[in-house]
């Protein structure tokens, strides 16, 4: 049951990845007054399949200079790497729990770094080599307010399992006295899955692509996947801290569908951040900021506990 429960989870990850990337291009095309794809099938709704085939059926070139196997094998280590992230999700009735959760996600997250860097560094091209080692001194500096942002809600559930935090919030949600933390998880979430205004690894103006300008046909389409997933995972994260976590209700897929829609949003609206300000509003924007609150919130359970 547990290996056809994660089988199902992935075969329907990977389908509403493709639903997902629709929606980014019909958005995007509304919020610069432009139809997106809507030629193939009706409303567009087969143009992410007809992507997918066009990008699995290219031919796959590589730089003659190139680390080949770590090259090759980058993007499918990317890929697995989301993957294993999507066995903690949340079910009510667990075929499978973890009751570290949050540790597994940190760890996870933080091993998300290699792939970027591996894939980088093996093309032997300055330009991906410039955008993998953004990405790694950008997700490095991010995971710290991260990780600090969820120590915040741990000190109340006192747990490392994430279906605790539906029980917690049955009454309330976090988000209610911790408004300016979810901006701070929000922005670090961007940061964290190379979205715009912190999509310095990708910089087309100045990098071409960044860390993938060498990748065509499927490692390419596994980088951008292993992309996506990250980005839905993050916000099904957001919605389980923040919003409530009871997955047996409709209203826990329509917040997931925002929190995704406002990924796109932002993209669509800010424009591209200077890069020492990235540094500098994690350092001394955000960091200061999760421990104010960290110190404030265990001395309030302190308070009502002894």
Do not use: H
Request: net charge neutral.
């Amino acid at each position: 049951m547990y290996l056809i429960s994660i089988l199902l989870l992935l075969i329907l990850i990977l389908i509403s990845v493709a639903f997902v990337t629709l929606m980014e291009r019909s958005v995007l095309g509304y919020i610069q007054l432009r139809k997106g794809p809507n030629k193939t099938g009706i409303l567009g709704l087969l143009q992410p399949f007809s992507d997918g085939m066009k990008l699995f059926f290219k031919e796959q070139n590589s730089p003659v200079s190139s680390n080949f196997l770590i090259y090759y094998f980058s993007p499918i280590f990317m890929m697995i790497l989301s993957f294993i992230l999507w066995t903690l999700m949340p079910y009510s009735l667990n075929v499978y729990s973890f009751t570290l959760g949050i540790l597994f996600f940190l760890c996870c997250s933080g091993f998300s770094v290699y792939g970027v860097m591996m894939s980088g560094w093996s093309a032997n091209s300055n330009y991906s080599m410039l955008g993998s080692i953004r990405a790694v001194a950008q997700t490095i500096s991010y995971e710290v307010s991260m990780a600090l942002n969820l120590i915040c809600f741990l000190i109340f559930t006192m747990s490392f399992n994430f279906l605790d935090f539906n029980l917690f919030q049955y009454n309330i949600w976090f988000l209610f006295f911790s408004f300016p933390l979810f901006f701070s998880w929000f922005s670090s979430c961007l940061a964290e899955t190379n979205r715009s205004p912190f999509d310095f690894a990708e910089g087309e103006s100045e990098l071409v692509s960044g860390f993938n300008i060498e990748y065509s046909s499927g490692g390419f389409a596994f980088i951008f996947l292993s992309e996506y997933m990250n980005i839905m995972f993050m916000s099904l994260i957001c919605i389980i801290v923040f919003f409530g976590c009871d997955i047996n209700s409709i209203m826990f897929y329509i917040k997931w569908v925002i929190l995704i829609f406002m990924f796109i949003w932002v993209r669509g609206t800010l424009p591209r951040f200077r890069y020492d300000k990235l540094m500098y509003l994690t350092w001394s924007v955000f960091l200061p900021m999760t421990l104010n609150y960290l110190i404030l919130f265990s001395s309030v359970v302190m308070l009502i506990y002894f």
